[in-house]
């Protein structure tokens, strides 16, 4: 019987996208009626998709959703 000459290579999973949740707060205006809605981001994750401090970013936006986009320069 022959023997396999063959190398199997490890298989690789990318990292699947996973969601995150947060909560819309406000931006306190000093007890004056109708504050404005603020969503903060943040975290190490940001950096692993390609947004690093500084980064300027195109944000679309439609009823009920926001796509955040890294603007790149080239």
């Known amino acids: 019987m022959a023997k396999c000459d063959c ?3 490890p298989t690789v999973k990318a990292k699947q996208p996973q969601p995150r949740h947060y909560t819309v ?3 306190p205006n000093g007890g004056k009626a109708q504050p404005s809605p603020q969503l903060k981001i943040s ?3 940001l ?3 390609g947004f690093t401090p500084g980064q300027a ?3 679309t936006t439609e009823r009920g959703r926001m796509v955040i986009e890294a603007v790149i320069n080239i």
């Open 7 to 9: 190398k199997s290579q």
């Open 25 to 27: 707060g406000y931006v």
């Open 43 to 45: 975290g190490r994750w």
């Open 47 to 49: 950096e692993e998709l």
């Open 57 to 59: 970013v195109t944000v």
